[in-house]
């Protein structure tokens, strides 16, 4: 075989090395861009920050929300929370609060979102944090099945390394076309998001079969824990401790349908309940704070005409619990003027 001339061999590593640069500068352009248009609006860049949010769904949204110095209040949780309107807790406690509930998320997520708020609000004006039943998990690390962004609430190396991932790519493209239009459309700067007719839309409160569904007992079994301790007392007092003592905390069980409430006595009831009474213990570590117990057996539980599923309930009983939180709030506001 012939050997292959020096001159040829040096015109493939100079093509070689002017590719690989080409890609470094292509890669390097690309992440400087990136950071400047700063696609969810995280705040690392605002010279294109228009004070407004692009629509898009809670998961990413949370990002802007959370900075945003004009709520001094925030309801963080799941959908088993998500239809407490913000713009009523305002109304009722004359905090501004800001909706940052991101549906399918445990206490990990959940507290992500509040130590994103707390780097933003160094005195909260009142915080709301929903206990559902993901709380009460026996992993520690309370994984979930679903995705979900931690690089955008991270330091500044887990957001680097997030805007390497395409799907930022192609939001870091929409948000340029957003800024772009000058008919854009914005989404609700409050969070709040009223999903009770994507509900309807499917059936929920009408279709035989899901009414049906609703009045299916739940099983005895000692689900998800064997009775305590839990992990997540001790996370939530790690998370208590951050926030400053003269900020009320509520934190609210939120209801659940009648038939979904484990048999009195079973192992899955005394497990809950241990597992709430966790929760309480672990409150009584901030001086302001109180529980909004909605899993006490009240009669607005054993109406089905006020739920969609076991777990999920309507706008009727959302103002309800809303009044009761605000009530709360206002209550704890005046025992730190006492």
Same mark, same amino acid.
């Not at 292509?26 to 700063?38: M, W």
């Given at each position: 075989m012939a050997a292959i001339p020096p001159s040829a061999?040096?015109?493939?590593?100079?093509?070689?090395?002017?590719?690989?640069?080409?890609?470094?500068? $292509?890669?390097?352009?690309?992440?400087?861009?990136? /950071?400047? @248009?700063?696609?969810?609006?995280?705040?690392?860049?605002?010279?294109?920050?228009?004070?407004?949010?692009?629509?898009?769904?809670?998961?990413? %949204?949370?990002?802007?929300?959370?900075?945003?110095?004009?709520?001094?209040?925030?309801? @963080?949780?799941?959908?088993? @929370?998500?239809?407490?309107?913000?713009?009523? *807790?305002?109304? *009722?406690?004359? $905090?501004?609060?800001?909706?940052?509930?991101?549906?399918?998320?445990?206490?990990?997520?959940?507290?992500? /979102?509040?130590?994103?708020? *707390?780097?933003?609000?160094?005195?909260?004006?009142? *915080? /709301?944090?929903?206990?559902? %039943?993901?709380?009460?998990?026996?992993?520690?690390?309370?994984?979930?099945?679903?995705?979900?962004?931690?690089?955008?609430?991270?330091?500044w190396p887990d957001y680097l390394e997030g805007l390497i991932r395409f799907p930022a790519a192609q939001e870091t493209i929409n948000r340029i076309g957003w800024l772009l239009n000058p008919h854009r459309k914005n989404a609700a700067a409050d969070g709040w998001w009223d999903y009770e007719r994507n509900y309807l839309s499917q059936g929920f409160g009408i279709d035989p079969a899901k009414k049906a569904a609703l009045e299916k007992p739940v099983g005895s079994a000692p689900e998800p824990h064997h009775g305590g301790p839990f992990p997540i007392a001790e996370r939530l007092r790690t998370e208590l401790a951050r926030i400053p003592a003269r900020t009320p905390v509520v934190v609210v069980f939120p209801p659940v349908y009648a038939r979904a409430e484990p048999p009195a006595g079973s192992p899955r009831a005394k497990a809950e309940a241990a597992c709430r009474s966790d929760v309480r213990t672990a409150l009584t570590t901030h001086p302001l704070s109180l529980v909004v117990d909605w899993r006490d057996g009240r009669p607005e539980a054993a109406d089905p005409d006020l739920f969609f599923d076991q777990t999920h309930y309507r706008l009727p009983l959302a103002r309800s619990l809303t009044t009761e939180i605000a009530a709360a709030i206002v209550r704890l506001r005046t025992q730190m003027t006492d």
């Open positions: 061999d040096r015109t493939w590593r100079g093509f070689a090395r002017f590719l690989l640069l080409s890609v470094a500068g $292509i890669f390097a352009a690309y992440l400087a861009l990136a /950071v400047l @248009i700063d696609p969810y609006d995280t705040g690392r860049s605002t010279l294109l920050s228009r004070g407004a949010v692009r629509p898009q769904g809670p998961r990413t %949204a949370s990002a802007v929300r959370g900075r945003d110095p004009a709520y001094t209040g925030a309801v @963080i949780g799941n959908s088993h @929370i998500q239809l407490i309107e913000p713009a009523a *807790l305002t109304r *009722l406690t004359g $905090i501004p609060f800001v909706q940052l509930s991101v549906p399918a998320t445990g206490p990990a997520e959940q507290f992500a /979102v509040l130590d994103w708020y *707390l780097q933003h609000h160094a005195r909260p004006a009142a *915080l /709301v944090l929903s206990a559902d %039943a993901f709380w009460c998990a026996d992993d520690p690390a309370f994984p979930s099945e679903h995705g979900f962004p931690y690089w955008l609430l991270g330091d």
